[in-house]
């Protein structure tokens, strides 16, 4: 029976899966979108992977995204760890002499300065959406168009458009401006990824010393129009590695793979968890002004985690049977 | 006469001890919660910073357990801040609140006006009574100040860093309850036994990080989401280039020269910033200096949207990084803010400092300097 690490990312837009071999190459992976129903659709990614696989065994588990801790209490996770860490451990196993990486994801942007293959230095978007992967959604979606033709599109345009990118809402009202001046869609769509580049360059990357081997990362990094326009302000080449899209959890499944040599166990509770009836309850706990959401799992009606309290009154209460810790 | 204040970390123990030494009945305001957040916002111009939406939220919440009259310091700094007595007064009297305002401005040429509000305030005209209770009350907030540094030293060290918190909230619950100078320091004094009695881990190895930026986000706990806590469980240890009693220190016990700190700041700042540019601005420059040059591991900077001094600071902060080598993150919040990618950020900053510190480590095994 074969052996592999599985990585997990639990993304605000999509929930990636992967089984990694013992030399760190992808076996098999699923991005499947979030739809705000994590479990379930974690559930579904190891259902998917259980089937399109031999049978195999599990000698580590990485959790990351900001479903993590979520994620970690379904799965038995060895180590959670955020995103950062997670995308440059990643990215390192592509290009071990990676400088920046650029990641464009869901709802987060964010880029990171490696020197020596240590992280150094990085930023995410802090207080807005606009440079990232859900305004491009919206905006394909306004064009009607499907988000893997967009980049594509872009890459056809001849003429520059110039289009206003600093809001998600006002690049749309600029946009739906310049289509009613007549100029051409795939212009328009250029204009959108350079507006985009813009945003982030301007933004996430403020102040940032961007070097070569630059590598472009998330779901967004599909998108050769944005690849493009990345390219063109850089006036470098930009690498995408092939798993682009799932590196989140290839990250993490690397540092599950290490963790588990050093502590000689997985936590990992078995790929059967994919059949267990996971609920989660919430309530409003109403013993002081904060009125927290306390959010409850229960697995099969025992209570398997509870967190979202500021003063952990709730944590505590189910800490002393289980020994979880909750951040 | 029921007085109230708006909220600032601990300011509101050291503002209890004083006004109730003075003899008046004192207000204070609810724990700052998410309630108080949406009242202020609800009532607050939309794009003020952070801080004016927790006071206006601060009063409405004290009127409503009674108090009549608040206090206010203001200030003539190029800062936004100089409004908020304005504009609150307005507001509060739109929604129709009768209350009594009172600002302690800088006496700006006319100090017998301040004397006479702070007269008014303390309801006394006993100035010396006044002065030995400011120096009770300065004493307090020495004291309560302590205890936080107290908490932030042993919470990274300790086996159970939760039991620092535990005993920190049960001191801000017991010390509403009491009266006067005398059982507030009790009270404080109880806090920090048990705090020494937290059992730490020996030499478990922290990361050292200086928090830098606007005053009131780096002071109020609610407000910065209890950024000392988070790190403090990530294992760092958090300095704060801002603190109660420093403000005090600087601005009413050293007079128009200022405080020894506060003036070594300007100084750092110069090679990168020479002028005044609102609030704290300039400060939040000197700060990342020292800080760099006393070797901490990394330096965080804390900023409610808009904050306009900050943001010029904001913008010097990388020339900083660079020049010391030292990393430097900005948290920007304000209502909007979500936890998880604050939580998120702070869990990357601290690997990245982790890593970092690794690293050194190992050349300093291998070239032995």
């Known amino acids: ?96 002499d990676v400088r920046t990486i650029l990641e464009i994801g869901g709802q987060d942007s964010k880029i990171i300065i490696l020197k020596d293959g240590i992280v150094t230095d990085f930023a995410m978007n802090t207080v807005c959406a606009a440079g990232t992967g859900s305004f491009l959604d919206r905006q394909a979606a306004r064009l009607g168009l499907d988000i893997q033709e967009f980049g594509r599109l872009a890459l056809k345009s ?60 998330g779901g967004v990094a599909a998108n050769v129009g944005i690849k493009r326009a990345f390219e063109n302000a850089l006036n470098t080449e930009v690498y995408v590695p092939e798993n682009h899209d799932v590196m989140g959890a290839i990250g993490s499944a690397i540092m599950a793979k290490e963790k588990v040599k050093k502590t000689g166990k997985t936590n990992f509770k078995g790929m059967d968890i994919s059949d267990i009836n996971y609920k989660v309850k919430g309530f409003e706990c109403s013993d002081c002004a904060n009125m927290c959401e306390v959010v409850e799992i229960y697995a099969d009606k025992k209570i398997v985690a509870r967190y979202g309290d500021k003063c952990g009154k709730w944590t505590n209460k189910l800490k002393n049977n289980n020994d979880e810790q909750l951040a | 006469m029921k007085i109230t204040f708006p909220h600032m970390g601990n300011v509101y123990v050291a503002a209890k001890a004083l006004l109730e030494d003075l003899g008046n009945e004192v207000i204070v305001p609810p724990k700052c919660s998410k309630k108080t957040l949406e009242l202020g916002t609800k009532y607050s111009p939309e794009t003020i910073c952070l801080p004016f939406k927790i006071n206006i939220g601060n009063y409405i919440e004290s009127i409503e357990k009674g108090a009549d009259t608040i206090l206010i310091t203001g200030s003539c700094g190029p800062c936004r801040f100089g409004y908020y007595s304005v504009i609150e007064k307005e507001i509060l009297h739109d929604l129709g609140y009768d209350v009594e305002i009172i600002v302690f401005d800088p006496p700006d040429g006319k100090p017998m006006e301040l004397v006479k509000r702070i007269m008014k305030a303390t309801n006394t005209k006993n100035v010396a009574k006044i002065l030995r209770s400011l120096v009770r009350g300065k004493k307090v907030l020495e004291k309560v100040d302590e205890l936080t540094d107290i908490a932030n030293k042993k919470r990274p060290r300790a086996i159970n860093g939760y039991e620092v918190d535990m005993i920190i909230d049960e001191f801000h619950r017991e ?143 990388p020339a900083i990084q660079r020049d010391y080598g030292v990393p430097i993150m900005t948290l920007i919040v304000d209502e909007m803010t979500g936890e998880a990618g604050y939580l998120t950020r702070l869990e990357a900053f601290v690997d990245l400092l982790k890593k970092r510190k690794e690293d050194k480590n190992i050349e300093k095994l291998l070239f032995g300097n």
């Open chain 1, 1 to 96: 029976m074969k052996s592999y690490y599985l990585g997990i990312d639990v993304g605000s837009v999509s929930t990636n899966v992967v089984l990694l071999d013992e030399d760190n190459k992808v076996v098999s992976k699923k991005y499947l979108r979030t739809q705000g129903k994590p479990i379930r659709v974690l559930q579904k990614g190891l259902r998917e992977l259980r089937q399109e696989n031999d049978e195999f065994r599990i000698k580590g588990v990485g959790t990351t995204g900001s479903g993590r801790y979520l994620a970690s209490i379904i799965v038995g996770a060895d180590i959670v760890k955020n995103e950062i860490t997670s995308h440059a451990i990643a990215a390192l196993n592509y290009v071990p």
């Open chain 2, 175 to 317: 010390v509403r309850k009491v009266y006067g100078v005398e059982q507030i320091i009790d009270k404080i004094k109880y806090a920090r036994e048990k705090l020494e009695n937290v059992e730490i881990e020996k030499n478990k190895e922290v990361y050292k990080v200086g928090i830098v930026g606007e005053i009131y986000t780096i002071i109020e706990p609610f407000v910065n989401l209890e950024i000392e806590r988070k790190l403090g469980h990530l294992g760092v240890e958090v300095d704060k280039s801002l603190t109660p009693t420093k403000w005090v220190k600087h601005h009413l016990f050293s007079g128009p020269i200022g405080s020894k700190e506060e003036n070594k700041k300007i100084e750092a700042a110069k090679p990168y910033l020479k002028a005044m540019v609102g609030g704290h601005g300039r400060e939040t420059v000197g700060s990342a200096v020292i800080y760099a040059e006393e070797g901490y591991d990394g330096i965080i900077q804390l900023l409610p949207l808009t904050c306009m001094p900050e943001i010029v600071a904001e913008s010097i902060l």
């Open chain 1, 158 to 217: 001849k003429n520059p458009v110039r289009i206003a990118g600093r809001c998600a809402v006002f690049a749309e009202s600029d946009m739906i401006h310049k289509q009613q001046l007549g100029h051409n869609q795939e212009d328009i769509i250029n204009g959108l990824c350079d507006a985009l580049v813009r945003n982030y360059l301007n933004n996430v990357g403020k102040g940032k010393e961007i070097t070569g081997p630059i590598v472009f990362q």
